[in-house]
């Protein structure tokens, strides 16, 4: 998935989740047990947080990994009858300049880490392009890292922080 309309993914997991609830429970418990009750209700709720602000038209996710992460909960989030932002389109930034016209109104960028800004600064220079309202709201990670770059600074976020390492470790836990 590189674009994603939060309504058509609503109306095409609705069928899919009533015949396989179980197995999506099952895979619910899993990953609770691998990830513990505290670490998998954090994530949740970075996930829920995303989803449900009405206040932005798109999400871009930095990284596969943060989007592959997101499909996961929100066949969880669904399960639990939370009201998403039906409005959201959700893309990887791989996919701007494919569907960059195709972004209208607000703009949040969602990584699963955030060290140096390289990458998020790419990406402000791309949306630039296509005169993307800003300012970029950044659902990341940073701490103990190199300061983002002034420009951005000015224009960003940051709603969650945690060690590099410590997100690092649990991201890659969640992977494998």
């Known amino acids: 998935m590189s674009y994603l309309s939060i309504a058509d993914e609503m109306k095409r997991l609705e069928k ?3 015949e396989h609830v179980d197995i999506y429970e099952t895979l619910r418990l899993d990953i609770k ?4 009750e505290g670490e998998f209700m954090r994530i949740y709720g970075f996930f829920l947080k995303l989803l449900t602000i ?3 038209d798109c999400l871009v996710f ?7 992460l997101c499909q996961i909960f929100i066949i969880f989030i669904l399960l639990d009858d939370c009201k998403l932002n039906e409005k959201l389109i959700i893309m990887s930034d791989k996919a701007i300049p494919y569907y960059g016209k195709k972004i209208k109104g607000k703009v949040a960028i969602a990584d699963d880490i955030l060290i140096h800004g390289r990458a998020i600064g790419n990406v402000y220079k791309l949306l630039k392009e296509y005169d993307i309202n800003l300012p970029i709201q950044i659902f990341g990670y940073k701490k103990d890292t190199a300061p983002l770059k002034a420009e ?3 224009i960003t976020k940051v709603e969650s922080v945690e060690c590099k390492s410590s997100w690092r470790d649990l991201s ?3 992977v494998r």
């Open 62 to 68: 930095m990284s596969r990994r943060c989007l592959v």
């Open 33 to 36: 047990s691998i990830l513990g």
């Open 152 to 154: 951005l600074q000015n």
């Open 54 to 56: 009405q206040s932005i």
């Open 16 to 18: 899919e989740m009533k």
């Open 172 to 174: 890659n836990k969640i």
